[in-house]
């Protein structure tokens, strides 16, 4: 054989191992993230930086597979540590809406009260809505199918999550900051609440224990002459405190008092419109 020949094949043998090299690291990689997000406690200041380990973990793996589903769902579960949440604790929660007396958004004033007292510090919104964007980012223009509905499920429930803690959370205890609910904030809540019904049915979710709440809360609005910053801080006056009077007539007898708060949160249709998928 001669030197040409040899480095020929030399060349095309290096070659040939790079994605199998490239497939093994990205292999290991998972797997040290995994290891350090079961190790990520969102209750425990000092596992912190094990969500953070398993984020970077994530990251490496992007820069060989940007697109890899895995390495989203890794990522984004660390971020939601960093913000105070265990994800299983979010699904449980929203799953329950529907057997709950308090009104949807008044049990996640109640969460969120629990957590931050539970964890010791501030739940952190930018966290939050961090850990929507890996997934988001990874499955834009992917087809669902039986081996990312997981990560569908994931992202549409982070949503959903945010969508309900997100105006709360600034609306403070019995809504005493209700006025920093502007109109961008507004935006995202609604995109939030359509966003995830659209991810949650991607993901092969029939539960109407898990759809209703997202639909009926995208309704109370939408159903009240659209989702506005004026609209969403009617709904935190009347679901988060007992005697803040909305700022819109809702019932039609030209006074903005409590009695408008049945009709916002109560209007006519509610139960059809819960039961519709918000994008149609």
Known sequence: MTTSQKTF??????????????????????????????????????????????????????????????AAVLESSGRLGLAGFDFLQLAARLADLQNVAEEDFAEFRSLVTDVEAENGREIDLDELAAAVTPLAGALTGVT??????????QLGMIQAIDAFIRPVKVAGEDAVSVAD?????????????????????????????????????????????????????????????????????????AAADRTDCLTLVEPGGLSDCGGTDTSL
């Open 144 to 153: 669902a199918d039986e081996n990312n509905e997981r990560a569908f499920f």
């Open 9 to 70: 094949f030399f060349f095309f043998a290096l070659v040939a191992a790079l994605p199998l090299s490239c497939a093994d690291r990205i292999d290991s990689l998972i797997e040290q993230a995994k290891f350090a997000l079961d190790r990520c406690d969102p209750a425990v200041a000092s596992t912190l930086p094990n969500c953070t380990t398993a984020i970077e973990k994530a990251d490496e793996i992007q820069t060989f597979d940007p697109a890899n589903v895995d």
């Open 181 to 253: 609910i502007d109109a961008a904030m507004a935006a995202t809540v609604s995109d939030d609440f359509v966003s995830a019904d659209s991810n949650l049915v991607a993901s092969g979710t029939t539960e109407d224990d898990i759809l209703r709440p997202v639909r009926e809360n995208f309704c109370r609005c939408s159903l009240n002459g659209g989702f506005t910053a004026a609209c969403l801080r009617d709904l935190m006056r009347c679901e988060l405190s007992d005697t803040a009077a909305p700022e819109q007539d809702y019932n039609g007898d």
